[in-house]
T-cell receptor
Framework: NAGVTQTPKFQVLKTGQSMTLQCAQD?????MSWYRQDPGMGLRLIHY???????DQGEVPNGYNVSRSTTEDFPLRLLLAAPSQTSVYFC?????????????FGEGSRLTVL | GQSLEQPSEVTAVEGAIVQINCTYQ??????LSWYQQHDGGAPTFLSY????GLEETGRFSSFLSRSDSYGYLLLQELQMKDSASYFC??????????FGKGTMLLVSP
């Protein structure tokens, strides 16, 4: 009964480095998305996917890349890390039918860019 | 663009009732969700209103008025464990949500 699993939970990067945040869900959800949360802010949508092979940009996509080769996995790539990308990143998934506004979130990945 | 406004902080005592309001300006609005987030944790879903009216789930209720672009979350019989941040979020379709900045609820004995 894993739900949405994110790795790593914590990461420190230097400016200019790249890395991938992993996200996997075992609920056979079609919809998956990535959000970032900064202090005093709500969550902001980075990228989302409505199914394998289909991705689209959210509100703050610059500096991030995604792909969806399987239903289960939705990795988020930081191309050239910048201090402005220091944040907590949440992956989420949801049912496609009914569009109930209910997202299932992972526990978050806390990223610091120095 | 889309924006949601909610109070930054609300305080209440155990056993009381508290209402957290949310006004929104969005395009392509499908409904309003509410999430709870304890410090350092993941957001957890509380309720969703796609239609006007009141939805009740145990001690929590949520209301939506599409004509007023307004909703609220009502928490009854407050408990200490309800101290958390609460977010309203507008669904723009495909479960892509635009979140408000959150309301920190402090429940005191």
């Amino acid at each position: 009964n894993a739900g949405v699993t994110q790795t790593p939970k914590f990461q420190v990067l230097k400016t200019g480095q790249s890395m991938t945040l992993q996200c996997a869900q075992d609920m056979n959800h079609e919809y998956m998305s990535w959000y970032r949360q900064d202090p005093g802010m709500g969550l902001r949508l980075i990228h989302y996917s409505v199914g394998a092979g289909i991705t689209d940009q959210g509100e703050v996509p610059n500096g991030y890349n995604v792909s969806r080769s399987t239903t289960e996995d939705f990795p988020l790539r930081l191309l050239l890390a910048a201090p402005s990308q220091t944040s907590v990143y949440f992956c989420a998934s949801s049912y496609s039918s009914g569009d109930t506004g209910e997202l299932f979130f992972g526990e978050g990945s806390r990223l610091t860019v120095l | 663009g889309q924006s949601l406004e909610q109070p930054s902080e609300v305080t209440a005592v155990e056993g009381a009732i508290v209402q957290i309001n949310c006004t929104y300006q969005t395009s392509g609005f499908y409904g309003l969700s509410w999430y709870q987030q304890h410090d350092g944790g993941a957001p957890t879903f509380l309720s969703y209103n796609a239609l006007d009216g009141l939805e009740e789930t145990g001690r929590f209720s949520s209301f939506l008025s599409r004509s007023d672009s307004y909703g609220y979350l009502l928490l009854q019989e407050l408990q200490m464990k309800d101290s958390a941040s609460y977010f309203c979020a507008a669904n723009s379709g495909y479960s892509t949500l635009t979140f408000g900045k959150g309301t920190m609820l402090l429940v005191s004995p």
